[in-house]
């Protein structure tokens, strides 16, 4: 029998369960829904590819927990891994080409010897792929030819972070193929912003790729971007007693680029006062020292995003140091205080462009209200539309998901966990 096989009939034996559980947990219905899953990535692979030897990879989506609107700024972050995932059956090539297929889009393949930026691939999964391959090789690990098969079920559009999942993902796989698994998850992140900076063409910070890459809660100092801080926390919410929801509020994010850049753009406004560039580089005590100066001479609104920015990073400090703790009560506290300073001074809940448009607003309001005390709910990633977050009695999740899709319409609320690894290899 050939081996990957043999490796399609273990995973429906159920031989490499305690793996899996190790990945996803012990609910039986994830576990028969990874099983299948993987099984039928596999045969995927063998119609695309043949039945070679194959290796399995894995890398999850992620959420943003504290920190929002910081990072662009070398700022500090709270993030997690979560539980969906991208996954790929991989297989090494003779030909010096890359091969992948994504499930739902056409195959992706080139010759490593073409690997320069291309202007006319940015935005592309292949300029994607192209610039974490071409980063690996700058920094002098070993690449070589592959062929992929790929499946996610981190969706797109949920500021759950696809693309980072993708770019940990490809990093992960080569860091196996070819450099025993020495790739550190922290330069996987940095290669895979690269790649997104360079090669796809996005401005995109380091908190996706970095949250994606290493796994459980993850708390970043920005200060000095080229070697950021991290310091993981092993942290367990369902042990708690509590569940992570992501509720789409079916607001469109089109036409809002103007909204997003603003942010960055008015909290640069601030540093310039200060002859800086980030607001990282200036104490919250002089900025408050010099709000006389300041008040009437620049937009009212970058005052009130530096105040936010100020605050949240004392925040994303408090809330790490409560994870650390143990102390989960004020955590959640904290992580409201977060969501309340993001619509009162960061003002990124609904776009002034369309104020008769408020989603966000409406579902928080809601949240609030079915929840009472069973949780805390806060506005998720870039915000003016999108999702929101939160953090809810896992017995009480049931009733929440019920009333919030009475609202926002079936499968609006996605529940979800935290986990412990990112990039890995799993078999």
């Known amino acids: ?21 190790d990945i996803y947990g012990n609910d039986e219905e994830t576990l028969v829904y990874q099983i299948n899953r993987y099984s039928n990535a596999i045969q995927k692979y063998h119609e695309l590819f043949g039945t070679d030897e194959i290796e399995l990879y894995s890398a999850p989506g992620r959420t943003e927990v504290c920190g929002n609107h910081t990072d662009h700024q070398n700022g500090m972050v709270l993030a997690a891994s979560i539980n969906l995932d991208a996954i790929a059956i991989v297989g090494k090539s003779i030909d010096n080409t890359i091969k992948v297929k994504s499930e739902g889009y056409p195959l992706i393949q080139f010759n490593l010897n073409n690997l320069e930026v291309i202007e006319n691939e940015k935005g592309t999964t292949t300029a994607l792929i192209k610039g974490v391959v071409s980063e690996m090789k700058n920094k002098g690990y070993q690449i070589g030819p592959f062929k992929a098969y790929i499946t996610s079920d981190v969706f797109s559009g949920s500021g759950l972070s696809s693309s980072a999942a993708f770019e940990s993902l490809i990093g992960t796989i080569i860091s196996g193929l070819y450099n025993k698994m020495s790739v550190s998850p922290i330069e996987i992140a940095m290669i895979g912003q690269y790649a997104e900076n360079v090669y796809f063409g996005k401005p995109c910070g380091l908190m996706d790729q970095m949250a994606c890459s290493v796994g459980d809660f993850v708390h970043i100092d920005f200060k000095n971007p080229t070697k950021p801080i991290v310091n993981k926390i092993e942290f367990d919410i369902a042990d708690k007693g509590y569940s992570l929801c992501i509720v789409d509020t079916k607001g469109s994010h089109a036409n809002l680029t103007d909204d997003y850049a603003a942010i960055p753009t008015e909290m640069k406004e601030i540093a310039d006062y200060f002859n800086k560039q980030y607001l990282s580089e200036i104490t919250k005590q002089d900025f408050i020292n010099n709000l006389p100066n300041l008040y009437g001479k620049v937009n009212d609104r970058s005052i009130l995003r530096a105040f936010h920015f100020f605050n949240e990073n004392e925040r994303v400090e408090a809330a790490a140091q409560m994870l650390s703790e143990d102390n989960f009560e004020a955590f959640l506290s904290i992580i409201k205080e977060s969501g309340t300073s993001s619509f009162q001074f960061l003002q990124n809940v609904y776009s002034n462009t369309y104020e008769q448009t408020q989603p966000v607003p409406i579902t928080l309001a809601m949240s609030e209200y079915i929840l009472g005390n069973n949780g805390v709910c806060r506005i998720h990633g ?38 412990k690894y990112g990039g890995v290899k799993v078999l």
């Open 1 to 21: 029998m050939e081996i990957s096989n043999l490796l399609q009939n273990q995973f429906l034996n159920h031989d490499f369960v305690d793996k899996l559980k």
């Open 382 to 419: 870039g915000g003016f539309a999108g999702t929101i977050q939160a953090f809810v009695k896992t017995d009480f999740v049931p009733e929440y998901k019920k009333q919030i899709e009475k609202i926002l319409g079936k499968d609006t609320c996605h529940i979800l966990k935290i986990r």
